[in-house]
T-cell receptor, first 112, second 115 residues
Framework: QKEVEQNSGPLSVPEGAIASLNCTYS??????FFWYRQYSGKSPELIMS????GDKEDGRFTAQLNKASQYVSLLIRDSQPSDSATYLC????????????FGKGTRLSVIA | EPEVTQTPSHQVTQMGQEVILRCVPI?????FYWYRQILGQKVEFLVS????????KSEIFDDQFSVERPDGSNFTLKIRSTKLEDSAMYFC?????????????FGEGSRLTVL
C-alpha cells in the first residue's frame, strides 16, 4: 500500500513568517512530487512540482526533495493570510501511468 | 486560461438512483481522471482513462462505477446505484502527460449527496 503522510496540523504562523510543510512517502520508486493547495470546499490547485533532489523555487514557494529520506517539503516565505488553506502533498505511484497518491493534507493558518 | 469544467456543481439523489457526473477536460490533454474526496478525508484516486479506455482503477471503482468519453470533449462518471457512502466531492482532472510525470489540473468538483 503506497502511503503519503503529512502532519494534519493546524500549523499556525504569523503573517510574514516562513511556513514549513512536510511530507513523507513510502514508495521508494516514486519519481514525481507535487504540492497542491486546497481552500475549504474547493478543488486542489497545483502550486509546485519537483522531480529531482534538491530545491526548486517559484516566487515565495520553495519545494525540497530528498529521495534518500523519502521526504518532500514546501516552504512558504512571507506568509500571507491568503495562504491559509490545506496543502496536499501528492506523489506518483512509482512508474508508468500509475496515478497520483495524495496525503491527507496539512492545514495552514496564517495569522494577521 | 484553459480549465477543466464539471457539471453539476451539486447533485442530491436518493439511494439506489443512477447519477452521471460530467467533465470537459482541457482540450489538448490526453489523460483523464476521476478522484473523490469524502468530507474531511483525503483525495482518493478512482480511475484513469487514456485512448478511450480505462488505464487504471482503484479498489473503490467497483462494478457500480463506469466512465465514458461519449464524444470528443466530454468525460463522464456514472454511478449506477448510489449508496449513502458515495456522498463525496468528485473531482475530474486531466493532464498532458501520464499521471506519473505530468501535472494534473482539477475541475471545481461535483458535490454528490446521497439521501
Amino acid at each position: 500500500q503506497k502511503e503519503v503522510e503529512q502532519n494534519s496540523g493546524p500549523l499556525s504562523v504569523p503573517e510574514g513568517a516562513i511556513a514549513s510543510l512536510n511530507c513523507t512517502y513510502s514508495d521508494r520508486g516514486s519519481q514525481s512530487f507535487f504540492w497542491y493547495r486546497q481552500y475549504s470546499g474547493k478543488s486542489p490547485e497545483l502550486i509546485m512540482s519537483i522531480y529531482s533532489n534538491g530545491d526548486k523555487e517559484d516566487g515565495r514557494f520553495t519545494a525540497q526533495l530528498n529521495k534518500a529520506s523519502q521526504y518532500v517539503s514546501l516552504l512558504i516565505r512571507d506568509s500571507q493570510p491568503s495562504d491559509s488553506a490545506t496543502y496536499l502533498c501528492a506523489v506518483n505511484g512509482g512508474s508508468g501511468n500509475t496515478p497520483l497518491v495524495f496525503g491527507k493534507g496539512t492545514r495552514l493558518s496564517v495569522i494577521a | 486560461e484553459p480549465e477543466v469544467t464539471q457539471t453539476p456543481s451539486h447533485q442530491v439523489t436518493q439511494m439506489g438512483q443512477e447519477v452521471i457526473l460530467r467533465c470537459v477536460p482541457i482540450s489538448n490533454h490526453l489523460y483523464f481522471y476521476w478522484y473523490r474526496q469524502i468530507l474531511g478525508q483525503k483525495v482518493e484516486f478512482l480511475v484513469s482513462f487514456y485512448n478511450n479506455e480505462i488505464s487504471e482503477k482503484s479498489e473503490i471503482f467497483d462494478d457500480q462505477f463506469s466512465v465514458e468519453r461519449p464524444d470528443g470533449s466530454n468525460f463522464t462518471l456514472k454511478i449506477r446505484s448510489t449508496k449513502l457512502e458515495d456522498s463525496a466531492m468528485y473531482f475530474c482532472a486531466s493532464s498532458q502527460d501520464r499521471g506519473g510525470s505530468g501535472e494534473l489540473f482539477f475541475g471545481e468538483g461535483s458535490r454528490l449527496t446521497v439521501l
